[in-house]
C-alpha cells in the first residue's frame, strides 16, 4: 500500500519523468538518457518513501506498542498535566522509515492540539519541546491515559492527522503520517513497564514498547 497523501506526489513525480522519457525519444542525447535514469529512479524512491506495509498488531489489551518506526533516542520519567506522572519515550524516525503512525493502545482522542512552532532539526532533543508539532491525548478507559506528539522537523515539515478529537481507536489503527520522516515522542502511565531500550529499532504497530499491569 502507499501513503494517501504521497499518491499524489508520485504521480506528479512520475509524470515530470514521463516528459523527460519523452523528450529523450526525440532528442537522444547521453544528457538526456542520464535524465530519464534519474527520474525513473526517482519514481522508485518516492514510492519506497511512502509505503505503507501491513502489521500485524498484537491484541493483548495489556501491551502498548510503538506510535512509530524508528528508533529510541530518549527515555526519561517525568510529570505531564494530562498522564501524571508518565515515562517519556521519544523516537527518531529515518527518512527511509515507514511515515505513517499508529495508535499504540486502544482508546479515544479526547484532545488534539496543533503547536505552532520552529522546524530544527528533528535529531535536537529541544526539537521536541520547540518545533511545530500535533499533541494527542488518548483516554483508554479507566485510569490508563497517554498521550503522543508528532513533531515536524526541517525536511519533514508537514503533519498529517488521520483521526482526531471523539474519534474511537483501536491499537494500531493509524493516526497520523509525518511525510519525509522526523520524531514522535509518547507519554505513558508511570506503571507501565517499558519493554525497549535506547538506540532500539522499533516499528510501529508491531514492536512492543511496554505492559500495563
Same mark, same amino acid.
Given at each position: 500500500?502507499? /501513503?494517501?497523501?504521497?499518491?499524489?506526489?508520485?504521480?506528479?513525480?512520475?509524470?515530470?519523468?514521463?516528459?523527460? /522519457?519523452?523528450? &529523450?525519444?526525440?532528442?537522444?542525447?547521453?544528457?538526456?538518457?542520464?535524465?530519464?535514469?534519474?527520474?525513473?529512479?526517482?519514481?522508485?524512491?518516492?514510492?519506497?518513501?511512502?509505503? @505503507?506495509?501491513?502489521?500485524?498488531?498484537?491484541?493483548?489489551?495489556?501491551?502498548?506498542?510503538?506510535?512509530? @518506526?524508528?528508533?529510541?533516542?530518549?527515555?526519561?520519567?517525568?510529570?505531564?498535566?494530562?498522564?501524571?506522572?508518565?515515562?517519556?519515550?521519544?523516537?527518531?524516525?529515518?527518512?527511509?522509515?515507514?511515515?505513517?503512525?499508529?495508535?499504540?493502545?486502544?482508546?479515544?482522542? /479526547?484532545? @488534539?492540539?496543533?503547536?505552532?512552532?520552529?522546524?530544527?532539526?528533528?535529531?535536537?532533543?529541544?526539537?521536541?519541546?520547540?518545533?511545530?508539532?500535533?499533541?494527542?491525548?488518548?483516554?483508554?478507559?479507566?485510569?490508563?491515559?497517554?498521550?503522543? &506528539?508528532?513533531?515536524?522537523?526541517?525536511?519533514?515539515?508537514?503533519?498529517?492527522?488521520?483521526?482526531?478529537?471523539? @474519534?474511537?481507536?483501536?491499537?494500531?489503527?493509524?493516526?497520523?503520517?509525518?511525510?519525509?520522516?522526523?520524531? /514522535?515522542?509518547?507519554?505513558?502511565?508511570?506503571?507501565?513497564?517499558?519493554?525497549?531500550?535506547?538506540?532500539?529499532?522499533?516499528?510501529?504497530?508491531? &514492536?512492543?514498547?511496554?505492559?500495563?499491569?
Amino acid at each position: 500500500m502507499i /501513503v494517501k497523501d504521497g499518491k499524489i506526489i508520485i504521480l506528479q513525480v512520475l509524470a515530470i519523468a514521463i516528459i523527460v /522519457v519523452v523528450f &529523450t525519444l526525440f532528442f537522444p542525447f547521453k544528457f538526456m538518457q542520464i535524465l530519464s535514469m534519474i527520474g525513473g529512479l526517482l519514481v522508485l524512491l518516492i514510492i519506497f518513501l511512502f509505503r @505503507d506495509p501491513a502489521r500485524k498488531i498484537e491484541r493483548d489489551k495489556n501491551i502498548v506498542v510503538s506510535p512509530a @518506526d524508528g528508533r529510541v533516542v530518549a527515555y526519561n520519567e517525568i510529570s505531564d498535566s494530562f498522564v501524571g506522572n508518565a515515562k517519556f519515550l521519544s523516537i527518531r524516525m529515518s527518512i527511509f522509515d515507514v511515515c505513517v503512525n499508529r495508535m499504540p493502545a486502544d482508546g479515544e482522542i /479526547v484532545s @488534539d492540539e496543533y503547536i505552532p512552532g520552529e522546524l530544527i532539526p528533528s535529531y535536537k532533543a529541544a526539537a521536541s519541546f520547540v518545533n511545530k508539532r500535533r499533541r494527542i491525548n488518548i483516554d483508554g478507559g479507566g485510569e490508563f491515559r497517554y498521550g503522543v &506528539t508528532q513533531i515536524a522537523g526541517m525536511v519533514a515539515r508537514k503533519i498529517v492527522p488521520y483521526l482526531s478529537k471523539g @474519534d474511537h481507536a483501536k491499537k494500531g489503527d493509524k493516526f497520523g503520517a509525518i511525510p519525509f520522516a522526523s520524531k /514522535v515522542d509518547i507519554l505513558l502511565p508511570a506503571d507501565i513497564v517499558v519493554q525497549v531500550t535506547l538506540n532500539q529499532k522499533l516499528k510501529a504497530g508491531k &514492536t512492543v514498547i511496554g505492559i500495563y499491569k
